[in-house]
């Protein structure tokens, strides 16, 4: 495992270095493109057109390709469909486009061994494959499980002999939404129940003496699939197994809210060093998706290449382990730690501070007739000012930062804070007596000057880092303060330079836009600590991006971490041939009557591949069940059948109201 430490469930990975190492998986052979190994992180996307439009189907996949994306899958629910993947092939081929091709397959097994003979890689989930969901609680002797589990070996054996015989690829694609009742009955809607379902039926194949396997471990919810991934690394070294993984957050959604929760759960495991290939799923266009999966995964290839050109740079580790732990800090003064949600922090010294309306920009609202702010659920808690004074009395629940001289020069200290430089907080003869805050780094643990902190229930630590893998530097900070003894609140900091946000858009090698880079950067190195429990607040520095996209930003990534819900989260699919209605016409169509529900997640599914079970996850699903035809869940449990796309959004919405869970817009 090079610099990885395995650490189980509990705490995730750990690097000691600032080398960035993945996990050695086998390499695959997928038609002419292979990957694992030491073979660079591939990208895949999925065609959302009906598989038997053979000419829709070959334009989407040339865009895609076109794009960046090196395979692509498509959705063979019926034998039909996998036949005329042959007929898409052909043309492709006929194009000079020789992308491998992915058939997905669900719950029909004699599909799979069609699409077996003809494509480069079959995907199969294990949950639906050989298995049934209807929420049943079943409770399994150990002798009837195994007879379960050889019924399932029957069933798929067919599969695999096809497989070897024609080369075929094949991934074991475990998704949380679709686990089977017999996984639920026995080890419960978790992370463990997700990877023994793949187990399952990775033993089965190894039995069979098939090795070409790939194995993904997908979920809506970033933290559990994290956590899927971690465990089924460790139980596959414990079983002497090393296949590729292929990472994705399923039912990501769209636009900014579908690239942070992205990113917080493909890049965190990047992060970890885990991943051999990528998939983005937005409720948007396919071709959108390859540039937002390479953009989370230049960032590898390019690091390498500038850890090579450095000095290799320790990680300050001050104890044995480099297990991490959730972060459990004391709460200051009712501003900040303890178990208040993460605070977020925004730069605002730049600006001009002679009009009031700028506060707009982080969720404070001037009215100029009333002399008045009015705040939101995206309201800033503070703002950092600098040397730079305001000529506007702000908000009154706004607090304002400033550097410690321009602080001591202050008559009215009112809400008003000072950040320090390490060595300003032990030279001070004046501190403040509510809230202090010090910048510190992890390298800043072995000086002489911070062992001369006089820290008190006031002080709270501002977290930079300079390293090149920055997360891991600060992730060990966490580790090394609970290994001190130190329980002061941390707010995270990450700094980004215009620079790292340059190229033309549409460059493959630079595929997205500034704005969404820097949702994808702060989302990988500030959502990749949230999850883990670490972090009492967040400030993205970056000077080159609007401030109100900060603003938004941060509180996504925190919505994402599920650490601070400040909105309606969307658990929205990115559609495929199944799909019986416009997904991204739907998704913004409910978006527009919900958004201001703050705390309810709202599924839209475009059939019942994962549906029911990803409502498991929603308060609420919106599932395509036919031509014009939706069913409305409460949670897992449907509350109405075949109402048509007409009609179902206002009986969805009067399900909420008769909940009681309802308010008019600007209410809440």
Not at 37 to 49: A, C, E, Y
Request: charged share 25%; proline share 4%.
């Amino acid at each position: 495992m090079d610099s990885l430490k395995l650490t189980g469930l509990a705490g995730g990975y750990c690097n000691s270095k600032t080398t960035y190492s993945r996990f050695l998986t086998r390499e695959v052979q997928i038609g002419d493109i292979p990957m694992g190994g030491h073979q660079p992180i591939r990208i895949q996307s999925m065609t959302t057109v009906d598989t038997m439009d053979t000419m829709g189907s070959v334009e989407q996949t040339i865009k895609m390709v076109d794009a960046g994306c090196e395979y692509v899958r498509i959705t063979a629910p019926s034998i039909k469909e996998a036949e005329n993947l042959a007929n898409i092939k052909n043309e492709l081929r006929k194009r000079g486009y020789n992308v491998p091709l992915v058939a997905d397959i669900h719950f029909t097994p004699n599909a799979a061994e069609v699409a077996a003979r003809i494509v480069e890689k079959v995907r199969v989930n294990p949950g639906n494959y050989a298995d049934k969901k209807k929420f049943d609680q079943i409770d399994y002797t150990d002798q009837a499980y195994q007879a379960e589990l050889d019924r399932i070996y029957k069933k798929f054996a067919p599969l695999v002999n096809i497989c070897k015989e024609y080369g075929t690829a094949m991934r074991i694609g475990t998704n949380h939404g679709s686990l089977s009742d017999r996984i639920m009955s026995r080890y419960g809607d978790t992370p463990e129940g997700m990877v023994e379902s793949a187990l399952e039926f990775i033993r089965i194949c190894e039995d069979l003496y098939y090795y070409n396997l790939v194995v993904s471990m997908k979920s809506s919810n970033p933290q559990v699939m994290v956590q899927a991934y971690r465990l089924l690394v460790e139980k596959m070294v414990a079983e002497n197994m090393n296949y590729p993984l292929h990472l994705g957050v399923t039912e990501a959604g769209d636009g900014e809210d579908g690239r942070i929760k992205s990113a917080v759960g493909i890049g965190t495991l990047l992060e970890d060093g885990l991943g051999d290939t990528v998939r983005v799923s937005l409720t948007e266009e396919p071709e959108k998706e390859a540039p937002v999966a390479i953009a989370l995964v230049n960032r590898y290839s390019n690091r390498a290449k500038k850890l090579v050109e450095e000095p290799t740079r320790e990680i300050i580790q001050l104890i044995e382990t480099v297990e991490t732990k959730p972060y459990t800090s004391k709460e200051v003064n009712a501003f900040i730690g303890g178990f208040l949600v993460p605070r977020i922090i925004v730069d605002l010294s730049e600006k001009n501070l002679k009009d009031p309306f700028i506060l707009s920009d982080v969720g404070y609202k001037y009215d100029a007739l009333l002399d008045k702010y009015h705040m939101g659920d995206q309201s800033v808690d503070f703002v950092f000012l600098g040397d730079s004074l305001p000529s506007f009395t702000m908000p009154g629940n706004l607090k304002q930062l400033y550097h410690y001289k321009t602080w001591l020069g202050l008559a009215n200290k009112t809400n008003i804070h000072p950040v320090f430089s390490l060595q300003e907080f032990v030279d001070a003869e004046q501190k403040d007596k509510s809230m202090n805050l010090v910048y510190v780094s992890n390298d800043d643990l072995t000086s002489d000057l911070f062992g001369q902190l006089q820290m008190d229930s006031t002080t709270v630590f501002i977290l930079e880092t300079d390293h090149t893998h920055g997360m891991a530097d600060q992730r060990q900070f966490f580790a090394n303060l609970q290994e001190i003894g130190i329980d002061c609140p941390v707010i995270i900091k990450r700094s980004y330079a215009a620079a790292e946000f340059s190229g033309p858009i549409g460059d493959i090698m630079n595929p997205e836009e500034p704005i969404s880079k820097i949702q994808l950067y702060a989302a990988t190195d500030l959502g990749a600590l949230l999850i883990d429990g670490l972090g009492s607040g967040i400030w993205v520095d970056s000077p080159a991006t609007p401030t109100d996209k900060l603003a938004s930003i941060s509180f996504g990534i925190l919505q994402a971490t599920r650490s601070r819900i400040s909105k309606t989260e969307y658990i929205s699919c990115p559609s495929c041939g199944r799909t019986l209605f416009d997904l991204q016409e739907t998704t913004q169509m409910i978006r527009s009557r919900t958004n201001h529900l703050k705390g309810l997640k709202i599924g839209i599914m475009g059939c019942i591949v994962n549906g029911p079970g990803e409502m498991a996850d929603a308060d609420y699903g919106y599932v395509g069940a036919g031509p014009d035809k939706i069913t409305l869940y409460r949670g897992k449990e449907v509350v109405k059948r075949n109402v048509s796309s007409a009609k179902a959004l206002d009986e969805l919405i009067e399900i909420i109201k008769s909940d009681g869970l309802w308010v008019e817009e600007g209410l809440n």
